[in-house]
């Protein structure tokens, strides 16, 4: 099937909007956000620093990701200083961004880096694509950022400006629609400059092509172009896939302080939040009652507990609506996978899951109120 056959369009709108890159560019020149990962006239970034820097943008807002990059960056400069990272300095440096197993899976492709690579990135789209945690948009990115290699980064920004800009209606639930949008921008990529073109196209889907509300045609540089503009059919599009509804899980969060510190435990090593620490998080809505029991089976006494109120934390296909407690004990030496955590421990090494941040003052509350008691 033809690439205007799989993205459902005439195939003149295709061949007539693929000289566009210029307009493209030349917005981008004047508009580009200044961003520590970006080159400037005396700095370009290194492929380690754009991989680091699209595995964060993956996770949030580019505002966002400027002090996590930077703190990471500074952290880790290099590589081998990524390779050689402990799990939890990973997971702490990552404290907040969500999706733990990228920073992982980050940890992982750089130790084959070090093997099988000589700590270098390689500047080959096919070898990044193997490395753990590495998919097609983020290869490309680096592939063309880093390297100058002429590919695509198609990413939902990407995705977003091109079905709106041919007017297309395929459906992105589709991997073969996916893989198609990557081709016309592959297309329509100058072979001089494929890094900025990727990260043009990207800056107008994140600044001007909106994903939630109106798209700012008016300061567009495809405005005359653009199917979706002219049509109006924009908010139609792009056509995503549909989302699964969200299963609700009710839990009890217990945060159990003693002189020790913080009652914590290790989530197991696969599925949500996989191995990081966690306070008490139970099934269900438990009474304070049904908590001093569960104290009591771990060893401790519960002694006075305060009601935190609800909070509701909402994964992508998960949702959590909790309701949290702060309670007392004397210390006691609890079983596996339960261990104590203190104030310091808390700040330096370890990353509570965003998860918990409602309860996040709490926690420390608790813990000023232990080192001042103790
Ligand atoms: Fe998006 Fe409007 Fe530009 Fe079309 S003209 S690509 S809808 S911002």
């Known amino acids: ?12 709108t295709l061949t007539e909007r693929e000289p566009l890159a210029a307009s493209l560019l030349e917005w981008y020149d004047q508009n580009k956000r200044e961003m520590p ?15 680091v820097s699209e595995i964060m943008l993956q996770q949030t807002r580019v505002e966002a990701v400027r002090e996590y990059y930077k703190r990471f960056i500074s952290a880790l400069p290099d590589v081998a200083a990524l390779a050689a990272a402990p799990e939890d300095q990973l997971l702490k440096l990552w404290e907040g961004l969500g999706y733990y197993s990228r920073v992982r899976n980050m940890g992982k492709a750089a130790r084959v880096v070090m093997e099988e690579y000589g700590g270098e990135l390689p500047a080959d789209w096919n070898q990044l694509l193997k490395l753990p945690g590495i998919g097609v948009y ?10 100058g290699i002429p590919v695509p980064a198609p990413d939902g920004n990407v995705f977003r400006v091109l079905s709106r800009l041919l007017g297309s209606f395929a459906g992105l639930g589709d991997a073969k629609v996916k893989a198609a949008f990557g081709e016309v921008a592959a297309r329509m990529m100058p072979p001089n400059r ?6 043009s196209l990207m800056e107008l889907g994140a600044t001007v092509c909106l994903p939630n509300g109106a798209p700012l045609c008016d ?16 908010p139609r599009l792009p056509v995503l896939p549909q989302k699964k509804p969200r299963r609700v899980e009710e839990r009890t969060i217990l945060l159990l302080a ?22 008490l998080n139970l099934e269900g809505s438990r009474s304070p009652v049904e908590l001093s ?10 002694g006075q507990v305060e009601e935190l109120g609800k909070a509701v934390h909402i994964f992508s ?25 203190e104030a310091q421990q808390l700040r330096r090494e370890l990353a509570i899951p965003s998860a918990f941040k409602a309860y996040r003052e709490a926690i420390w509350q608790l813990l000023e109120e232990e080192s001042v008691s103790s």
């Open 1 to 12: 099937m033809e690439l205007h056959e799989r993205l459902q369009i005439n195939k003149s």
């Open 37 to 51: 990962w970006r080159a400037t006239k005396d700095n370009r970034p290194t492929p380690y620093q754009v991989w």
């Open 138 to 147: 983020t290869a490309g990115a680096i592939a063309s950022i880093a390297f």
């Open 194 to 199: 494929p890094g900025d073109f990727n990260q």
């Open 219 to 234: 300061r567009c540089p495809w405005q005359k172009a653009c199917i979706a503009c002219r049509e109006e059919s924009w």
């Open 258 to 279: 003693s002189e020790k510190g913080l009652l914590l435990s290790r989530r197991p090593a696969k599925g949500l939040l996989a191995g990081l620490p966690e306070p």
């Open 293 to 302: 029991e569960l104290v009591e089976e771990l060893g401790g006494q519960l």
């Open 317 to 341: 296909h998960i949702e959590w609506q909790m309701e949290g407690y702060a309670g007392w004990t004397s210390s006691f030496l609890p079983p596996e996978p339960y261990f104590w955590a």
